[in-house]
């Protein structure tokens, strides 16, 4: 395969894995959320509410069930949910798997970043690193770490990674 034929593949892979993706969020988020809920709400009352007298007496009917499992069940799930974030170790536990699953924590995201922010970083690194040469106040030490961030940002700036992504397949990329 020539290497238009490659980078047409590649194209499509990433489109198709697009799409996969909104797929999942979508259904995800949306639809098994929705369904979810409703199947909820149905399963509860016609197998437990129906079948014991005392709740068939406060709940008569399915609407009046529904509406009052929503005005609980929203707040509670809100609490839960910040009690998640704020309070759980499960959450920072997924954050640094997606951390060190997004490539762009090891490289800078396109757009303004590559093209505008890290440049005048390194420009003003340069000229930094000029005014002080002409002055003559830069240690040996301190030259080679203003070295080092240069070559980092040029780096950066190039497409590259800076540090070691944990996963392989991100260092080769």
Request: proline letters at 5%; hydrophobic letters at 45%; glycine letters at 6%.
């Amino acid at each position: 395969m020539n290497e238009w034929g490659q980078e047409k593949l590649t194209m499509r892979l990433s489109f198709l894995a697009r799409l996969w993706y909104y797929f999942r969020l979508g259904y995800a988020t949306y639809l098994t959320f929705l369904l979810g809920y409703i199947s909820t709400l149905i399963t509860v009352y016609y197998l437990a509410v129906k079948n014991l007298p005392y709740l068939l007496d406060l709940f008569p009917h399915f609407e009046t069930f529904s509406i009052l499992a929503t005005v609980v069940g929203v707040p509670l799930s809100i609490g839960i949910g910040w009690l998640h974030l704020k309070r759980s170790a499960a959450f920072s536990a997924e954050v640094d798997i997606g951390a060190e699953a997004n490539p762009y924590m090891y490289k800078l995201y396109p757009g303004y970043m590559r093209e505008v922010q890290y440049p005048l970083y390194l420009e003003l690194l340069l000229q930094m690193k000029k005014l002080l040469a002409t002055q003559s106040a830069i240690p040996p030490e301190e030259k080679a770490r203003i070295q080092e961030l240069e070559t980092k940002l040029h780096t950066l700036i190039d497409g590259g990674f800076v540090g070691t992504p944990r996963r392989a397949d991100m260092r080769r990329a």
